[in-house]
């Protein structure tokens, strides 16, 4: 079947410290990944995606790619802000499918002054 | 331009009664989705509805929810005889037409359900 396993949270760290949240996934055929953002008390919003295996999905200083040998998306940002603070979602679209989303359980991230 | 909205934004019943909860997509988005949030865990999908054809409701967990959506307008989730274990933020996504595998989905701000 296909799945999304994201580590567990919080993760609490101190502005401009480098941030990586792991995220892995099984699922058949070729996935396009994702990771949504989930500001307190906001809507999920994407925040970045890759449709093939090695595409590098960036923006707002966060990046993630695409590893199909490893299976892997994780998410990076070099130097976090307080404003980074909220809950981390890892999702794959499932192939061959009209666009259903497989997310992970998400990881809340912490960050202070 | 507005968002997806959702209401309410909380509900708390009790057991056995029936709820009812809202979903206004974004205006000219054909693809409409349900998931749930239970606490600590991922988005669970409930179901999913594209234009006039039938709706996907493969992941509804017991007959005791349902969905509709008028067209390309407002959806409405509702559950009957709500458990204890119904108790999750439930959120609402559209998406606009076309064959991208990629459309992004635009989520709402969650209704959270507390059952009593």
């Known amino acids: 079947g296909n799945s999304v396993t994201q580590m567990e949270g919080p993760v609490t760290l101190s502005e401009e410290a480098f941030l990586t949240i792991n995220c892995t996934y099984t699922a058949t055929g070729y996935p396009s990944l994702f990771w949504y953002v989930q500001y307190p008390g906001e809507g999920l919003q994407l925040l970045l995606k890759?449709?093939?295996?090695?595409d590098k999905g960036s923006n707002k200083g966060f990046e993630a790619t695409y590893r199909k040998e490893t299976t892997s998306f994780h998410l990076e940002k070099g130097s976090v802000q307080v404003s980074d603070s909220a809950v981390y979602f890892c999702a794959l679209r499932i192939p061959d499918s009209w666009g259903k989303l497989q997310f992970g359980a998400g990881t809340q991230v912490v960050v202070t002054p | 331009g507005a968002g997806v909205s959702q209401s309410p934004s909380n509900k708390v019943t009790e057991k056995g009664k029936d709820v009812e909860l809202r979903c206004d997509p974004i205006?000219?988005?054909?693809?409409l989705y349900w998931y749930r949030q239970r606490l600590g865990q991922g988005l669970e999908f409930l179901i999913y509805?594209?234009?006039?054809?039938?709706?996907?409701k493969s992941g509804l967990p017991s007959d005791r929810f349902s969905a509709e959506r008028t067209g390309e307008s407002v959806s409405t989730l509702t559950i009957q005889r709500t458990q204890q274990e119904d108790s999750a933020v439930y959120l609402c996504?559209?998406?606009?037409?076309?064959?991208?595998?990629?459309?992004?989905?635009?989520f709402g701000p969650g209704t959270r359900l507390t059952v009593l």
């Open positions: 509805f594209q234009g006039n054809s039938a709706p996907d």
């Open positions: 205006s000219g988005h054909t693809a």
């Open positions: 890759a449709t093939k295996a090695d």
């Open positions: 996504a559209s998406s606009p037409p076309g064959l991208g595998i990629t459309n992004e989905q635009f």
